[in-house]
């Protein structure tokens, strides 16, 4: 058999100075396509986009007299940009901003909204000029669903209430006609409502209890007209503690649709020192990886909980902030949390990916922190520039996962991946039938120094070829930059097989996306 590989992988494992792969070490993948699983929900590729330093003014909306080109006021270039990967659902307006967010400020004239001081984020003036109308603007724009967070840290049941009849309201109320007199007649769509964020800290530093009485509280009170009620979210934990789960999942019973869950990857675990963003070695490249990996532990022990607690599994698992967070870029405001974006981020995005497609029977939604210009964002603006970040490219790659039926499927031989005492799997894999009916298998590859031969099996199928597309660079850092916008991005990928088996040549320290025909 003979593998078909784009010449410029070729030349990346040439310089690479790759050793040849002997046969004992090959990977085997036994994919079985006669018992699909789960659904992986089209929302586990979901957005986050909260006022945060350039993440929504500059990077997403210009209004509509700035001189970048723009529609309705949000930058062509940035909405074009998501469109292409199919954005299923954005979360807004945060985060910790959502907790003392009031929803007023954010109607009717721009020109007559208050100006308010964004205190979790760099102390500047938000003049409110994106709000409840611009918000829905954006994912109509997008084709996307609208996952609201609600302010229950410094807001009232009340004022909950009534956001959420303005939204979704269709009568004759003073609210609804206050909606429309701001130039919407008929309501939106609502995907997801969250009940506060983040309880345990910036939302209010509440204890599991207190909040889950508070949740009881408020949510009573969120009414919408038959049909148009959203999933409701409920905050919940972060990191190994599954308190909140255990709390939330056994305390209420009704008015609650799923548990959120928030985890960042830092390289050193250490929030005071968490690493930097370039310039990194290798053991910040295994550390790094190693902390990402911890998501599938979290999530197994949020399920046991959910499963004793809720068996016929009503309860979504929603890891709805997730990403690296690294040290602040030199020279740039600490408090608007930009950071470059590297291959890195792109691998710990798939190997998120992958977790996230096998626990899909609980983890139906998540958002990645965040769009454009904060953390692991998709796109990084600079006036009238705009570059595509690695990460954005993976979210393209997984398209073809969205609402896709999981498949089993068995892993041997991944040959570990070590430095020193860190020791990680070589490959993570998922596969999954997409709507289109054709089989998808994605592949990673965690070394950045060795690659792999993977030989892939299918139990039901008759698999001859292998079609996508791979991810991958010299550098462990690899970035694009305003001035090489395309220095990291996907290249072709062919494999034949040979007597229905698929071997595929994996280059270090890469990400891989194949229709299997």
């Known amino acids: ?170 009568s004759k109320s003073s609210v609804v006609e206050e909606r429309r007199k701001n130039g919407r007649d008929k309501p939106w769509k609502v995907a997801y409502f969250g009940v506060g964020n983040e309880a ?105 909980v959910l499963d004793r607690n809720d068996p016929e599994k009503k309860l979504g698992f929603y890891v709805d902030e997730w990403g690296t967070w690294y040290n602040p870029e030199p020279g740039r405001e600490p408090g608007f949390l930009y950071q470059q974006n590297t291959l890195r981020d792109a691998v710990v995005a798939a190997l998120n990916f992958n977790i996230f497609q096998r626990h899909a029977d609980r983890v139906r939604m998540t958002n990645i922190a965040q769009m454009v210009n904060v953390l692991q964002a998709m796109i990084l603006t600079d006036k009238e520039k705009m570059v595509l970040t690695p990460t954005y490219y993976v979210y393209d790659l997984y398209q073809v996962f969205q609402d896709a039926a999981s498949l089993p499927l068995e892993l041997e031989n991944a040959h570990s991946y070590q430095l020193g005492k860190t020791s990680v799997p070589g490959i993570s894999a998922s596969a999954a039938r997409g709507k289109d009916g054709h089989l998808y298998l994605s592949l990673v590859n965690l070394n950045p120094r060795e690659a792999r031969q993977v030989a892939v099996n299918v139990k039901g199928a008759e698999i001859t070829a292998a079609t996508g597309q791979i991810l ?27 007597n229905g088996t698929l071997n595929l040549d994996i280059p270090a320290k890469s990400v891989l996306v194949v229709s299997l025909r």
Not at 119 to 145: I, K, Q, S
Not at 213 to 220: A, I, K, P, Q, V
């Open 200 to 304: 345990w800290g910036c939302g209010g530093n509440m204890r599991p209890g207190y909040y889950a009485d508070l949740y009881r509280h408020f949510s009573t009170f969120l009414k919408t007209p038959p049909g148009a009620r959203p999933k409701m979210v409920a905050s919940g934990g972060t990191g190994d503690d599954t308190r909140w789960t255990d709390v939330l999942s056994d305390q209420i019973k009704q008015n609650m649709d799923g548990i959120s869950f928030h985890f960042y990857t830092l390289p050193t675990g250490e929030w005071g020192d968490k690493g930097a963003s370039t310039g990194f070695g290798e053991e910040q490249w295994i550390s790094t990886l190693w902390q990402t990996l911890r998501m599938d532990e979290f999530i197994r022990s949020n399920e046991k």
């Open 1 to 170: 058999m003979r593998i078909r590989v784009n010449k410029w992988i070729a030349a990346v494992a040439c310089c690479l100075s790759l050793p040849a792969i002997a046969d004992d070490s090959v990977t085997r993948i036994d994919i079985d396509s006669t018992h699909p699983g789960a659904t992986i929900n089209r929302d586990i590729y979901g957005q986050f986009a909260e006022h945060l330093g350039r993440g929504i003014y500059g990077g997403i909306w210009v209004g509509k007299d700035s001189k970048i080109e723009n529609v309705r006021g949000f930058r062509t270039d940035v909405v074009e940009a998501l469109k292409a990967i199919h954005v299923p659902l954005v979360r807004w307006p945060g985060g910790c901003f959502a907790d003392e967010y009031h929803w007023r400020d954010g109607i009717g004239p721009r020109e007559q909204r208050p100006v308010r001081v964004n205190t979790h984020w760099g102390g500047v003036a938000e003049d409110n000029a994106f709000g409840t109308h611009e918000f829905f603007d954006l994912v109509e724009l997008l084709g996307a669903d609208a996952y609201i967070n609600g302010n229950l840290g410094t807001g009232t049941p009340r004022e909950m209430a009534e956001w959420l009849e303005y939204m979704t309201g269709d």
């Open 472 to 498: 991958t660079a010299t550098a462990m850092d690899a970035r694009n930059t305003f001035d090489k916008p395309q220095a990291v991005k996907p290249i072709r990928y062919t494999a034949s097989a040979d």
